[in-house]
């Protein structure tokens, strides 16, 4: 069964940098396009970006260009999200998942990791 | 960006009912809109794709219809565990945004 695992909860402070992770199993990861969504506390879904870990093409969000760095590694099938200074405004759920076809972004993301929490301190 | 506009943003109904949801783009989407439930403290799992493509595993009892910028996610009768937060999402052009939710609770 397809299964994407995220890395566990994160507490920081603001200014330091993180990076979570989302390691994908059971299907070829290479080639699917892998999404990155936040959720802060009692609020909806926010699509930040996409990369397609085959050739590492990425897409963000205006909204999210600049203050994060979506990356891959296919040789371990894992995709990050990383911060280089965090923020309070940060602090939310971090959500990966996985677009439903082969090789595509026009579908919709079919299986998702359990989430990330992070929480950071001013 | 395309803008996604749920109605409503929440909803009473009782087990049993039928409940409409509607999700509005701000410009064509053709078909490429997307259906997840959300129950607290779990990750959104998806229920219909492509308007009106029933999710492998998705009781029938859940549908959708529209093209363009009006689309609807209907619930045929409410059952117990079908009470959770709905959202929309198109993915027609990046970045693919989500409607802001319709919170579903039980009257």
């Given amino acids: ?122 | 960006d395309i803008q996604m506009t749920q109605s409503p943003s929440s909803l009473s109904a009782s087990v049993g009912d039928r409940i409409t949801i509607t999700c509005r783009a701000s410009q064509s989407i053709s078909s490429y809109l997307h259906w997840y439930q959300q129950k607290p403290g779990k990750a959104p799992k998806l229920l219909i794709y492509s308007a009106s493509s029933l999710q492998s595993g998705v009781p029938s009892r859940f549908s959708g219809s529209g093209s363009g910028t009006d689309f609807s996610l209907t619930i045929s009768s409410l059952q117990p565990e079908d009470f959770a937060t709905y959202y929309c999402q198109q993915s027609y052009s990046a970045p693919n945004t989500f409607g802001q939710g319709t919170k579903l609770e039980i009257k």
Wanted: net charge neutral.
């Fill in chain 1, 1 to 122: 069964e397809v299964q994407l695992v995220q890395s566990g909860a994160e507490v920081k402070k603001a200014g330091e940098s993180l990076k979570i992770s989302c390691k994908g199993s059971e299907y070829s990861f290479t080639g699917y396009w892998i999404g990155w969504v936040r959720q802060m506390p009692g609020k909806g879904l926010e699509w930040m970006g996409i990369i397609y870990p085959g050739d590492s093409d990425t897409r963000y969000s205006p909204s999210f260009q600049g203050q994060v760095t979506i990356s891959a590694d296919k040789s371990i099938s894992t995709a990050y999200l990383q911060w280089s200074s965090l923020k309070a405004s940060d602090t939310a759920i971090y959500y990966c998942a996985r677009h439903q076809e082969w090789g595509s972004s026009f579908q919709p993301f079919d299986y998702w990791g359990q989430g990330t929490l992070v929480t950071v301190s001013s």
